[in-house]
Each structure stands twice: as C-alpha cells, then as structure tokens.
C-alpha cells in the first residue's frame, strides 16, 4: 500500500482505537483510493487525506428535558461538521440509545462521500443523541426536541449547516426541531432542515427517496449485466422508511421484496410486499412505536423466524436496508451458498469490512456500496433545499424523474471511475473514487486550513 496512504489509516487507528465503526469505514474507503492517490503526489504535500478524515469542526452539547412525570433528564447531543468545501454541511441526525462519537463521526465521514456523488453542492455532517424516542409520547419527544435545538441553532442554518432526519428522527421530529428553530431565530429560515411536512417547506417523495433511489441504483446494475429487474426477488431488512420505499418502487416495476427484519427477528413472504394493504400496513407498523415485525406476520399469515436475520433466504437479490454492521461473515457465507448474484447495500455500512471483501471475492457477485446506492434520500433533501431558495414547490413527478437521473448518474460515475484506474468493473471503489476527486479537488483549490 501506498505509505502516505498506510500512515493517515495506522494515524485514524490509533487515535480512534475506541470508534470502531469510524475505524472502519475510514480503512474501507482509504484503501480503495490508492490508484489515485499514486498519481497526485500533492496530496501527501498538502496532507489532504489527514485534513479529510478530522471532522472541521464539532459540537457536543448537553440536552436537559422534562418527562410527562415532571422529572428531568440529561442526555448528550453531537453535531460533527465534517467537510464543507463543495457545499453547506448537510446530513441527518440520529436519535437512539447506541449514539456515541464514533456513530456519528463514521456515518460523517460516509456522508462527505455521499453527497459529493449526487453532483449537488453539499458537504458533509452528521449530528444526534443517544435519547430513544421509543416509548416516549409526543409531548417528551416535543420537549426534547426543543431542549436539542436551543444547543443545535447557534451552529446551523441554510448557508452554514442542514440537518435532515436519520433513524429516530422523522417528520413528527423535524416538525418540534424546525418550530424552536423558528421561535429562538424569529425569521421563517425553512431551508435549515429537510424532510419537513409539506405545509412548511418539505418535498414530495422524500419520505420514499432513499428507497426509491436504491431501486433506481439496482436498475442500472441490472440493465449493465442484461437483466431486467421485473420478477426479480428481493430480500430486504428492517421495515422503516428506507424499506418501505424499496416495497412501493419494486412493487410497482414488477419485483417483489419477500422479507422484512425487526429488532425481534424477520419474516419471510413468499407472495412478496407487493400490495397496497401491506405496503400501507408498514406505516402503521412503524407509527405504532412497537418496533415489532412479528405484526406483519400475524396479519397476513406468513412465517415469522424469532431472533434471526433474513440473509438465510434465497432471493435473486440482497438488499440489506437496516442498520450498520448488519451482515457479518457468518450471514456473507450464508448469501454466496445461495448463490446471490447482486448485492446491493442499502444502510449505511451494512456489511463488516471482512465479509464485504469476502463479498466481493466472490466471482459471480456483483456487490454496489451503500455511499452509492442510498444516496437518492439526500440527494432530494438537497433538492428541498433548491425549492426552499427559490421558493418553488415541485410535483411528485417532477421530483421523482430528477432522482432517477441523479441515481442513473451516480452509477456511471461509479463505474467510470472504476475502469479508469484500472480497476474494472468495482463499484465499491468507483464510488469511493469519484465521491473523493470531487471533494479532493475542491479542498486544493481552497488552499490549507
């Protein structure tokens, strides 16, 4: 490896020893850039890749809120601003009890890539707290939310910073989060956040995009290998927004997603998420705040495996949609025994660095990274953004064909950038590349700070 190249990944293990999820997206994406880095000696010469994985700057603040029983509560909120040379920070935040700094500084550093694929003039953040709006009524998560915003406003707004929702932090959440940004700032600045409502600023199709982009994503795979995706099956996980938005566009191009995950195991539909009664039945699911998929199960009738994971399943594709470091190398074994041919990462880092190579090792499998492939739910909150600016409101329609274009152009971007390094057809380090020439570029010609 290239020494420049080894001595920022042995620098980032040592000083974030105790951020393994940090620690591994940063040896994913370094490694892959070493063509690149080989031709462009001034990266060494301004120590640009040490300045790319050290955050520009970060906010960690306390976030003090009442229950519904009068008593207080103490948790602790980040807001990482990690590179902003092509364009505003922009990334979610996420609300759940397993946030810590290495959360936020690896789903960050994802982020820089992510956006910079979409072509959109947008940097990368990532923000949170480890508060669990599980279990909470719409009156403490209300009270949270103000209590994070008092913190969160001085560091924000539409030129500086935009914050969007991740896991924990919907619409309901950038409603509370908006209003006390409007009261502390007394101006209607509604270009800070995405994935507003409607009413004040939001756009259509974004609650749908990511999944709607990934689906966008595997057509171009398909279409490359001579496939179409129309009676293709698809094994999914998790059954929020992102999975959800998978269902409707599979289901409405004739592709049937045939398993769902939870916190308490999966289930296996063999006649697909194809209708419109089970589509609609996972919005119940998740607003019911039970986070349970066994429901899907008892009410359409279908099997129901308690504390497993779907990767056991035999489907025409995998598209692991929860959560990070879902798939190890026990499930990545288990996805080549049945004979997978496209692996498609939708969450963020689904897959463990080990079982991501062995993945790729395999000769018949074509694996698409999730920087790449979930990029279709920022790339219409930047959208939002353009509509706020200009004070416009687009159809569904019109939202919908600019993703699909942006999503068609992030693959050829990933696929050109791939071959020409020599690396053929790898859209792994395609996405890698292409995310980091346009940030790389940027950064030198901005100068050194």
């Not at 008593?71 to 990334?91: C, D, L, M, S, V």
């Not at 074994?333 to 090792?361: H, S, W």
């Not at 979930?374 to 993703?403: C, I, K, P, Y």
């Amino acid at each position: 490896m290239n020494k420049y190249l080894e001595s920022v990944i042995e620098n980032v293990r040592t000083k974030h020893a105790n951020e393994p999820e940090f620690v591994q997206t940063v040896e994913e994406v370094l490694t892959s850039l070493e063509p690149v880095v080989e031709k462009h000696p001034e990266y060494e010469k301004f120590d640009l890749l040490n300045r790319l994985v050290e955050p520009e700057r970060q906010f960690t603040f306390r976030v003090v809120w009442e229950d519904d029983k009068g008593e207080y509560h103490t948790n602790t909120g980040y807001r990482f601003q990690f590179n902003g040379a092509i364009g505003p920070y922009k990334g979610g935040l996420r609300f759940q009890k397993n946030v810590y700094p290495g959360i936020i500084k690896f789903l960050g550093f994802e982020q820089i890539f992510k956006n910079a694929l979409t072509g959109l003039p947008i940097g990368g953040a990532k923000g949170g707290s480890d508060f669990d709006p599980a279990g909470k009524s719409d009156a403490e998560i209300m009270r949270f939310c103000q209590s994070f915003m008092q913190a969160l406003y001085r560091y924000i707004g539409p030129d500086i910073d935009v914050p969007a929702g991740d896991m924990g932090v919907g619409g309901r959440e950038i409603g509370y989060l908006y209003g006390e940004y409007r009261r502390l700032k007394g101006a209607f600045e509604n270009g800070v956040l995405t994935g507003k409502g409607f009413s004040f600023g939001g756009s259509r199709i974004r609650p749908e995009a990511t999944g709607f982009g990934a689906v966008y994503y595997l057509e171009n795979v398909l279409k490359d290998d001579g496939q179409d995706i129309k009676g293709k099956t698809i094994a999914a996980a998790g059954f929020g927004n992102v999975t959800w938005g998978i269902c409707l566009k599979a289901a409405e191009l004739g592709a049937k997603v045939i398993t769902l995950s939870g916190p308490d195991g999966y289930i296996y539909d063999p006649d697909g998420v194809t209708t419109k009664e089970k589509i609609d039945y996972l919005l119940e699911m998740r607003s019911s705040g039970r986070n349970r998929v066994q429901d899907y199960a008892d009410k359409f009738g279908v099997q129901f495996f308690p504390g497993e994971k779907p990767w056991g399943q035999k489907a025409d594709i995998v598209m692991p949609s929860a959560m990070q470091n879902d798939v190890h190398m026990e499930q990545a074994k288990q996805i080549a025994a049945n004979g997978v041919r496209y692996y498609i990462e939708v969450a963020n880092m689904p897959t463990t660095n080990d079982a991501l190579k062995f993945l790729m090792e395999q000769k018949d499998m074509i694996v698409a990274p999730s920087k790449a492939v979930n990029a279709g739910g920022v790339a219409v909150s930047a959208l939002e953004m353009s509509q706020n600016s200009e004070r416009l409101v687009w159809t569904a329609e019109e939202v919908d064909a600019r993703l699909h274009e942006i999503m068609n152009t992030i693959y050829k971007n990933c696929k050109d950038a791939s071959e020409r390094n020599g690396l053929g057809y790898n859209l792994v380090a395609g996405a890698n590349i292409a995310g980091f020439e346009r940030v790389a570029d940027a950064m030198l010609a901005q100068g050194v700070f």
